[in-house]
């Protein structure tokens, strides 16, 4: 993590919660696909203790909380764990708000969570085999981390363009940045191989893959672009910890 991922952030979290008005009842994986209500990685929650990476404003924490979990939600933004805060005394449920790097699991014992779970943060992590270590080390064996993020092919659309247009090459490797509302964010590209093999070495098998269509409902969401369509915009991995 840089400081600058968390004051980005904290100076974008007013307007993106806005935006997104984000759903409490069921953990989200990302704009305009379903939620996990239709897709069913994470199994009976009931009882269980979840570990949610880059929260945000804490609804999937939220949505777990509600479907009977101890969840704890980390997060860099102080802004974005005060919108949490505010969301979970208005939802009426608890959720341990930890601010913290999510490579920095320290205050967790070890084999102690049975689910980890992150929607859209990775890409803002360089450094993710370090992250899945962390997370590795918390997680009791056999249990998932199930993860979203940009899918790696959709880091080549060019998004400011009015039809979809291939605008980078796939072999770019280099951090982007994308700029909203003024607010310069830095992005990593983490590709297939990088991922799997990042996973693979810290001891975790892949056991789900999913890369979502667009639902056909409208509204869409303030993310949407026509090359959504033909591109998937997001990936969605599970992979169960191995023994150490
Ligand atoms: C796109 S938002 C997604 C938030 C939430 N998961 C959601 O779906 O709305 C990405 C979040 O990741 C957080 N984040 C980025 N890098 C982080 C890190 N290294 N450790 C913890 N949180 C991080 C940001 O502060 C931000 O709240």
Sequence with gaps: MTNDTASAWDRFSEEYQRRSALPTDSAHYGPDIPTESTFRLLGDLKGKRVLELGCGGAQCSIAFAKAGAAAIGVDTSPA???????LCSASEVKVELRHADMAELAFLRADSVDVAFSAYAFQYVED?????????RVLKIGSPL????PHPSWWMIAEDQPDPTIGHSYFERQPSSVVWEGVDFTVYRHSFSDLYGAL???SYRVDVILEPAPVSSSPRSWMWNDAMEFVPRTLIVRARKEGN
């Design 200 to 202: 693979t070495r810290a």
């Design 146 to 149: 199930v993860f979203s993020l």
């Design 128 to 136: 993710l085999s370090r992250v899945f270590r962390q997370v590795h």
């Design 80 to 86: 974005q764990l005060a919108f949490a805060q505010q």
